[in-house]
């Protein structure tokens, strides 16, 4: 069974940086799709980014430019570098692993831009 562990949420100023990890223990195969989810507190759950088994990414609108997703496969590890961070970024961020007829999810680490 595939397990996500994310880290490296926290509090940062405006203008800060943090970068997300999410280890990945466990088989699985392509083709598959990781990617960053958040969600605000009232708000659904969106899309941040994603990386698929061909390298390529995507990003929501309004994390372009200043969020970039990698995945390093030695260490099965899924990363998202975060900078620029401003107020409306604070959400608890979960990361998402789709491979044939399965998916699944991180338990989640908060984001809290604020001065």
């Known amino acids: 069974q595939v397990q996500l562990v994310e880290s490296g949420g926290g509090l940062v100023q405006p203008g800060g940086s943090l970068r997300l990890s999410c280890a990945i223990s466990?088989?699985?195969?392509?083709?598959?799709?990781m990617g960053w989810y958040r969600q605000a507190p009232g708000q659904q759950r969106e899309s941040v980014a994603s990386?698929?088994?061909?390298?390529?990414?995507t990003y929501a609108d309004s994390v372009k430019g200043r969020f970039t997703i990698s995945r390093d496969n030695a260490k099965n590890t899924l990363y998202l570098q975060m900078n620029s961070l401003k107020p409306e970024d604070t959400a608890v961020y979960y990361c998402?692993?789709?491979?044939?007829?399965?998916?699944?999810w991180g338990q989640g680490t908060q984001v809290t831009v604020s001065s």
């Open positions: 990386i698929n088994s061909g390298s390529m990414t």
């Open positions: 466990g088989s699985f195969f392509s083709p598959y799709t």
């Open positions: 998402r692993l789709d491979y044939p007829l399965r998916r699944s």
